[in-house]
């Protein structure tokens, strides 16, 4: 990959950050920087892979007060950076010869494998002391075998998936879930903070990456269960938007139906493109990499299934009737007669 070219006391551990668990001692420690008078500095910053959300994930790691090298294969991805004082390096090998903590925003391992481990990569040039922080969704068995590789050379990989999309991103709310070496994740902490206000520590490398699975597996059933209650209740001719009012303020409310559901049966969600492209194709891949893992592991996943069996029929549609139409068709060739217990 190419991308296209156009000092304060690091702060301690906070004791409020959270974790899922506490490992036994750090097997290694890492240095800031082999370079001279940089060990005990503040860290620089390095990002890869400047889109909706790894933009404004950068202009608050400004905002936070560290130095901050992009790469991106787009200079207008990074275009409002540089008069905030971000620098440009020309490939991933460039951002690792001049950061020591390096964020990638990516679309999959396959991507990961490339900027870190490809020519011109991360690995190309020396990363003993160095930080990589994967933020993409991927299977948890490449995650540990980047951080063995990683490991090697000296440098040390974090699994940071996260959530909360381009809004978190720009108020710097997003959560994140992170799997990797103890040490390197506290070295990292003062910059993930800048980013994230929900920030867990979860385990051993590739823990983080099974923890996205479950959310993703839990907001698409979710969806599909919201799908097929409002389905049971417009075949009853209930009015739609009256249900929603009426579920939303008792037991049956979750963050999903708030959001999900409310955009739906006021047509708005696919007035919003990019949202529509965004919610599909990555709630896809995510989805189809969980019942991946899950099959290598032999672990049943009935209604993950039947969530992406959903998924892959959704109707960018603003119109709840044709939602409600594929929802109906996806249960009839589950069950021969369920559609015409419902008519």
């Known amino acids: 990959m190419r991308c296209s070219k156009n000092s304060s006391t690091r702060k301690p551990l906070p004791p409020d950050s959270l974790r899922c668990d506490e490992p036994d001692e750090p097997t290694g420690v890492f240095t800031m920087s082999d370079q001279p008078g940089q060990t005990n500095a503040q860290p620089v910053v390095g990002f890869i892979g400047i889109g909706h959300v790894g933009n404004p994930m950068c202009h608050n790691i400004l905002k936070g007060g560290f130095r901050l090298v992009v790469c991106d294969l787009r200079p207008e991805a990074y275009a409002d950076l540089l008069p905030l004082g971000a620098e440009v390096a020309a490939d991933p090998a460039e951002v690792a010869a001049k950061a020591d903590i390096i964020l990638l925003s990516l679309y999959n391992s396959d991507i990961v494998e490339q900027v870190v481990f490809g020519a011109n990569g991360i690995a190309s040039r020396p990363v003993n002391g160095k930080i990589v922080?994967?933020?993409s969704t991927g299977l948890p068995e490449r995650s540990k075998e980047f951080a063995a590789r990683l490991a090697e050379k000296g440098g040390a990989m974090l699994d940071m998936p996260l959530t909360g999309g381009e809004v978190g991103a720009r108020?710097?709310?997003?959560?994140?879930m992170i799997g990797g070496e103890m040490s390197a994740?506290?070295?990292a902490l003062p910059v993930i903070k800048t980013m994230g206000k929900d920030i867990v520590y979860c385990g051993s490398s590739g823990s983080g990456m099974v923890v996205k699975m479950a959310n993703q597996m839990l907001i698409t059933t979710f969806f599909t269960a919201i799908?097929?209650?409002?389905?049971?209740?417009d075949q009853h001719h209930v009015d739609l938007v009256r249900c929603f009012q009426a579920i939303v303020h008792g037991s049956g409310q979750s963050r999903r139906l708030d959001k999900f559901g409310a955009q739906y049966l006021l047509h708005t969600l696919a007035q919003d493109a990019v949202e529509i492209a965004h919610y599909k194709g990555v709630f896809d891949k995510d989805l189809g990499y969980a019942?991946?893992?899950?099959?290598?592991?032999?672990i049943p996943l009935p209604i993950a299934e039947l969530a992406m069996r959903l998924r892959q029929v959704?109707?960018?549609?603003n119109s709840v009737d044709d939602l409600l139409a594929v929802w109906r068709g996806i249960v009839s060739t589950s069950?021969?007669?369920?559609?015409?217990h419902r008519e």
């Open 227 to 233: 799908v097929e209650a409002f389905n049971f209740v």
């Open 314 to 317: 959704l109707p960018q549609s």
């Open 171 to 176: 108020a710097g709310t997003l959560s994140f």
């Open 185 to 187: 994740y506290e070295r």
């Open 133 to 135: 922080i994967d933020t």
């Open 335 to 340: 069950d021969g007669d369920s559609a015409s």
């Open 291 to 298: 019942l991946q893992q899950a099959d290598q592991k032999g």
